[in-house]
C-alpha cells in the first residue's frame, strides 16, 4: 500500500498558535517530520509528533532539512511557517528554498513589495506560498457572505467593528509589542478581521485612521457593500465597563443593528485550512494581498479627526 503521509516541517515551533499547526498535520494523517525555534519551550511535541527533529539553530534546521531532500520519499512537502511577523518573509522564502511548499500565519508579510518579491521567488522555485485565512471557513461568517451576495444590489450595510484584546505588561517586552516586528495594532490583530471585511464585502473604496498609538487604533473604512467603523486594543482599560473584571476580551460586530456570533466555532479552523490547501484550494498570495495593501496604507496614514457617523462610538467618547 502507498505511504499518502507528506513530511512536513514546522518553523516557530515554540509559539501560541504553532500547536495548532501541529495538531492540524496529524489529524489529516500526515508526520511532523522536523521543527525549528530559537526556544525549546516545546513539548508538546511529545504529545503529537514524538518522531520529529527539533532544533533550535536556524542553520542546523536547513542542513537537516536539505539532508531530507535527497530522497523524494522523506523530502519535505510542506513548511509551516508561525515565527515572529517580521520573519515570515525570510522563512517563507527558504520554505520555498527547500523545494516544499509552504503555510504562513498572518499578516503573510508586512508589504505589497514584499509580496511581489514571494511571486518572484514562486517563479523562480516552482513551489507555492499559503495564507492561513481561517476566518473564511468559518461557518457564521460564510453565511453571513451569502446573505450579503443575496441582498439587492445597492445596499450597503452599516458595520462597527470592536476588538478589544487585553495583553499584560509582557507584551511589551515580547517582539509582539515591538512595532518594528508585528507592525503594530491594527497588523498584528486586525489583518484577521481586514481579510474576513474584504472577504465578505468586496473591494475597499476608502480608508480613513482616526486614532494610532502604541496600544489601540481606530478608523473608518468603505467596502463596496459596507462601511465600517472600527476600534482595536490591547489595553484593558479600553474594556466596556460591562465587561471590565469579568472577561479580558470584547468582541462585537455589528452590521446594520445585527449581532455576528462567532465565538464559537473556531477550534478546527486550522485543521479545516490545511485540508483545503492539501485539496489544492488553498488561499494564495493573490487572496492575501488585499488585506496586507490594507494594513500597510493603515500604517502609513495619520491620523485625522472626523465626526459624525463614520467616528467609532469607543473614539468619539473620548474627545467628548
Known amino acids: 500500500m502507498t505511504d499518502t503521509r507528506k513530511p512536513f516541517a514546522l518553523i516557530g515551533a515554540a509559539g501560541y498558535i504553532a500547536p495548532r499547526h501541529m495538531r492540524a498535520i496529524k489529524d489529516l494523517g500526515h508526520t511532523l517530520a522536523v521543527a525549528y525555534d530559537i526556544n525549546d519551550s516545546v513539548g508538546i511535541i511529545d504529545s503529537l509528533h514524538p518522531q520529529a527533529e527539533f532544533f533550535t539553530q536556524f542553520e542546523c534546521f536547513q542542513e537537516h532539512a536539505q539532508t531530507l531532500r535527497r530522497d523524494p520519499a522523506t523530502a519535505l512537502a510542506y513548511v509551516a511557517v508561525c515565527s515572529p511577523n517580521h520573519l515570515h518573509h525570510p522563512h517563507i522564502a527558504a520554505g520555498l528554498r527547500l523545494g516544499a511548499d509552504v503555510i504562513c500565519e498572518k499578516p503573510l508579510v508586512p508589504t505589497p513589495e514584499l509580496l511581489h518579491e514571494l511571486q518572484r521567488i514562486e517563479a523562480e522555485t516552482g513551489r507555492r506560498v499559503f495564507n492561513i485565512l481561517q476566518l473564511r471557513h468559518h461557518d457564521a461568517i460564510l453565511k453571513l457572505r451569502e446573505k450579503v451576495a443575496a441582498a439587492p444590489a445597492d445596499t450597503k450595510f452599516d458595520v462597527e467593528l470592536t476588538y478589544i484584546t487585553s495583553r499584560g505588561k509582557w507584551y ?117 494581498r488585499h488585506c496586507i495593501e490594507t494594513v500597510a496604507a493603515i500604517r502609513r496614514m495619520a491620523p485625522v479627526a472626523a465626526t459624525g457617523a463614520e467616528v467609532h462610538p469607543f473614539i468619539a467618547a473620548r474627545r467628548g
Open 172 to 288: 511589551a517586552q515580547s517582539w509582539k509589542g515591538d512595532p518594528r516586528k508585528s507592525y503594530g495594532v491594527a497588523t498584528n490583530i486586525g489583518v484577521h478581521f481586514f481579510d474576513m471585511l474584504h472577504f465578505i464585502f468586496g473591494q475597499l473604496q476608502t480608508s480613513v485612521v482616526h486614532h494610532q498609538a502604541e496600544a489601540s487604533a481606530a478608523g473608518f473604512l468603505e467596502y463596496e457593500r459596507a462601511r465600517v467603523r472600527w476600534f482595536l486594543s490591547i489595553d484593558a482599560n479600553d474594556l466596556p465597563d460591562s465587561v471590565k473584571g469579568k472577561k479580558t476580551t470584547f468582541r462585537n460586530i455589528d452590521i446594520s443593528g445585527e449581532q455576528l456570533e462567532f465565538s464559537e466555532g473556531f477550534t478546527d479552523l486550522h485543521t479545516v485550512s490545511y485540508r483545503e490547501i492539501l485539496a489544492g484550494r488553498g488561499y494564495g498570495l493573490a487572496d492575501a
